[in-house]
T-cell receptor, first 113, second 116 residues
Framework: AQSVTQLGSHVSVSEGALVLLRCNYS??????LFWYVQYPNQGLQLLLK??????LVKGINGFEAEFKKSETSFHLTKPSAHMSDAAEYFC???????????FGQGTRLTINP | GAGVSQSPRYKVAKRGQDVALRCDPI?????LFWYQQALGQGPEFLTY????????KSGLPSDRFFAERPEGSVSTLKIQRTQQEDSAVYLC??????????????FGDGTRLSIL
């Protein structure tokens, strides 16, 4: 069965610092991978997706993620954090043939001024 | 264009009451999903429709939960005889084809259900 593990339920960085949010997945076949962001009292907004076209994926708001098959990882990064990046971030996986998304527990990102 | 719309945004019900949650997907989207998000957790899959057909309902926690999409557009999630553990945010998402083909799911803002 597919699953997602997000290491660190809370991450705190200073404004302008590097953001690194970790995601590891388990899947028996090449997966589709997604990062979503959720602001308070809102739904999930897609940041980026991996669908096997390229291992380094660029998304919105300056975020990017790299798919590493050997490490079964899909970590999310941003070179310079902005106050508006404070939110909850979810990594999700879907295997071919399965329609549903399986989400990690989420990582709450806090930006310190 | 318009995104996924859910109503009501907030619902308070007494234990034992029935509730109905509505989802209007993005026009033209074939696939529709319902997820349940408990406080401080990631969303968990409930059920999936392709047009009007409910193809996967493996995530529905009990037979008190029922979902329908009769005309392949608007969907309703109904919970009968609500219990306190049903308190959560219920998210609806739609996509052109579904995650199988790498199509992202577009989420509504959710309905926050509180059972007293």
């Amino acid at each position: 069965a597919q699953s997602v593990t997000q290491l660190g339920s809370h991450v705190s960085v200073s404004e302008g610092a590097l953001v690194l949010l970790r995601c590891n997945y388990s899947s028996s076949v090449p997966p589709y991978l997604f990062w979503y962001v959720q602001y308070p009292n809102q739904g999930l907004q897609l940041l980026l997706k991996y669908t096997s076209a390229a291992t380094l994926v660029k998304g919105i708001n300056g975020f990017e993620a790299e798919f590493k098959k050997s490490e079964t990882s899909f970590h999310l990064t941003k070179p310079s954090a902005h106050m508006s990046d404070a939110a909850e971030y979810f990594c999700a996986v879907s295997e071919g043939g399965a329609q549903k998304l399986v989400f990690g527990q989420g990582t709450r990102l806090t930006i310190n001024p | 264009g318009a995104g996924v719309s859910q109503s009501p945004r907030y619902k308070v019900a007494k234990r034992g009451q029935d509730v109905a949650l509505r989802c209007d997907p993005i026009s033209g989207h074939v696939s529709l999903f319902w997820y349940q998000q408990a406080l401080g957790q990631g969303p968990e899959f409930l059920t999936y429709f392709q047009n009007e057909a409910q193809l996967d309902k493996s995530g529905l926690p009990s037979d008190r939960f029922f979902a329908e999409r009769p005309e392949g557009s608007v969907s309703t999630l109904k919970i009968q005889r609500t219990q306190q553990e049903d308190s959560a945010v219920y998210l609806c998402a739609s996509s052109l084809e579904g995650a199988r083909f790498g199509q992202p799911q577009h989420f509504g803002d959710g309905t926050r259900l509180s059972i007293l």
